[in-house]
């Protein structure tokens, strides 16, 4: 019996236009009358995920930044997990060695040495995946999420790394370049006490090794008294691998990753066709479709 659900945001909970569709807000409104925990499990900082709830009119626990947080509905921290200073710094020292940009997630928000070209990223990105959506209005949404997403430039991410003030949470990690960030990842992946995924063909994302979804969500459902095996969790890609692999019941979205449809029992539509609400009417409301 399902006593819980966990969703990515990103290809699963929201669809292509970055929103939280009524079917998928009602299916899960629903589940939590029924006595349903619900929780995101998403790479995006709290603020990010926040304001996606907040538009659907949705007040959610939220496991943010692939497990580096967890904030209750009031958005208090009761949960986190940051990396080595000195790993963060080794690991900005490479990615600029080749010419790789990136983002830093800390306690304090998001940070770029170079705004425009975070904007640019973004939205390259985005409109490669939906060339359906016209550039400007990425671009504007782009701008948008990173405005909420408490994002700063920053002249040198060093002023993190020496800074008590700071717990860094992840690096975000963008190149178009296959082979660099191939090249990047065969020398990242040699170090200890990080841990390496990915949300797209073209980033990674790099936390400590203690900041995944799947400790997280495993540390959310005992304090809720829940066992992972009463658990669903939902996911596309292979940062949510970390949870789909320790719940009793794993979703692969429609538009997952071939290796995330290849561990999970369940399959769902994609993002663009409710797949989140229409597992969870299935599953967990035992709704004939």
Do not use: W
């Not at 690991?91 to 060695?97: N, Q």
């Not at 640019?120 to 060339?131: K, W």
């Not at 009463?230 to 949510?240: E, Q």
Request: proline residues 2%; contains cysteine.
């Amino acid at each position: 019996m399902v006593k819980c659900i966990a969703t990515d945001m990103d290809g699963t909970l929201l669809n292509h236009e970055q929103r939280i569709s009524e079917r998928n807000k009602l299916a899960i409104e629903t589940a939590i009358q029924q006595g349903v925990k619900v929780v995101v499990a998403t790479g995006r900082s709290y603020p990010e995920a926040a304001t996606v709830l907040k538009e659907a009119n949705l007040s959610l626990p939220i496991i943010c930044v692939n497990g580096a947080e967890i904030r209750n509905t009031a958005g208090e921290v009761v949960y986190s997990k940051g990396m080595k200073k000195e790993r963060a710094s080794f690991i900005a020292k490479e990615l600029k060695k080749r010419d790789i940009y990136f983002e830093i997630y800390t306690n304090k928000g998001s940070f770029s040495e170079n705004y425009q070209l975070g904007v640019d990223v973004i939205v390259d990105i985005f409109h490669t995946a939906n060339p359906e959506i016209p550039e400007e209005l990425i671009r504007k949404r782009a701008v948008e999420r990173l405005e909420v997403g408490v994002f700063e430039e920053i002249s040198d991410y060093e002023t993190i790394f020496s800074s008590s003030e700071y717990d860094v949470y992840k690096f975000l990690v963008f190149s178009k370049q296959k082979e660099v960030l191939k090249e990047a990842y065969e020398v990242l992946v040699e170090i200890e006490d990080i841990a390496i995924s990915s949300s797209g063909e073209e980033n990674l994302e790099i936390n400590s090794s203690d900041a995944q979804k799947g400790i997280a969500l495993s540390h959310f459902v005992a304090e809720q008294g829940i066992s992972l095996e009463d658990t669903l969790a939902l996911g596309d890609n292979l940062n949510d691998v970390s949870m789909l692999s320790v719940v009793g019941y794993p979703v692969a979205m429609g538009n997952a990753h071939k290796d995330v449809l290849a561990l999970c029992e369940y399959t769902t539509l994609t993002n663009r066709e409710d797949g989140v609400g229409r597992a969870i009417e299935s599953i967990v409301l035992k709704v004939h479709q």
